[in-house]
């Protein structure tokens, strides 16, 4: 397990933003990360846990939605 000094030292996972912020009326997801509107506003708050958990399910979404695997949805 991991001690707590080591998880208060750990860096915080970077933001997926793209900086196409444009939502999908369609999906309710951003053009240019994959995440919702929620997503979005709680990652300044989020966890490590939380953020690696929505940043570990964008790839499927992307596919999902047959948008490229990098790089803004059309």
Do not use: F, H, Y
């Not at 397990?1 to 999908?24: F, G, K, L």
């Not at 846990?49 to 999902?64: D, G, K, M, V």
């Amino acid at each position: 397990t991991t001690s707590p000094s080591r998880r208060m030292s750990e860096a915080p996972v970077a933001s997926p933003c793209i900086n196409v912020c444009r939502m999908d009326a369609r999906s309710g997801l951003c053009l240019g990360c994959a995440r919702s509107l929620d997503e979005i506003a709680g990652w300044a708050q989020a966890s490590n846990a939380q953020r690696r958990a929505i940043a570990q399910q964008l790839p499927l979404r992307r596919a999902q939605l047959g948008w490229p695997e990098k790089g803004a949805a059309a």
